[in-house]
């Protein structure tokens, strides 16, 4: 039973264009919420987090949006850019006392055409 | 960068044999993680270290043993390898409610 979603396995967009990545979770105890970029043959490598008492987190091209009430998270990149292309994957952690670790959803492929 | 290093990076075996991946960290952090990722999957966790000689089971632990006698030091055992075992691993560091650092992975073919 997946707790964390991404529903699209693959996204292309224009460079240029708005890259708008989903994500939905089921547990209502995830209260801390982080997206990961991925290229091939390396590591995750974090990319933006939100915490459950804010809505939005922004930091550069990148924002996160969080509703809460719908159990939703998205990423938006703008502009997006070929160096963007990459799996991203959204992840959600439940508080301190739980078992600890994040959550992963199964990742979205992003492909920026120049 | 955060100090994490996976070694040995790629490895071959063969199934029935046992197999020992290394992580190590430079930062000092206290909890440390084992994940394998998988297409249709994503990251699942192994298992976790939240101290020296205090380790727990993750989501997908059966066939899996790890040992943290140091606090740089976190490893993952493969007792008897199968060829479901295949698999890119990475080892993360990182506290509860904050952000995880991932290492670089160690992509294991067992035959």
């Known amino acids: 039973d997946q707790q964390v979603k991404q529903n699209s396995p693959s996204l292309s967009v224009q460079e240029g264009r708005i890259s708008i990545l989903n994500c939905d979770y089921t547990n209502s105890m995830f209260d801390y919420f982080l997206w990961y970029k991925k290229y091939p043959a390396e590591g995750p490598t974090f990319l933006i987090s939100i915490s459950s008492i804010k809505d939005k987190n922004e930091d550069g091209r990148f924002t996160v949006f969080l509703n809460k009430s719908a159990k939703h998270l998205s990423l938006h990149i703008v502009p997006s850019q070929p160096g963007d292309s990459a799996v991203y994957f959204c992840?959600?952690?439940?508080?301190?006392?739980?078992?600890?670790?994040?959550?992963f959803g199964k990742g979205t492929k992003l492909s920026v055409k120049p | 960068d955060a100090g994490i290093t996976q070694s040995p990076r790629h490895k071959v075996t063969e199934t029935g044999t046992p197999v020992t991946l290394r992580c190590h960290q430079t930062e000092n952090h206290r909890y440390m993680y084992w994940y394998r990722q998988d297409p249709g999957h994503g990251l699942r966790l192994i298992h976790y270290s939240y101290g020296v000689k205090d380790t727990d089971k993750g989501e997908v632990s059966d066939g899996y043993s790890v040992s943290r006698s140091k606090t740089e030091d976190f490893l993952l055992t493969l007792e008897s390898a199968t060829s479901s075992q295949t698999s890119v691993y990475f080892c993360a560091i990182g506290q509860v409610q904050e952000t995880q650092y991932f290492g670089p992975g160690t992509r294991l073919l067992v035959l």
């Open positions: 992840a959600a952690s439940a508080p301190a006392g739980s078992q600890g670790n994040l959550i």
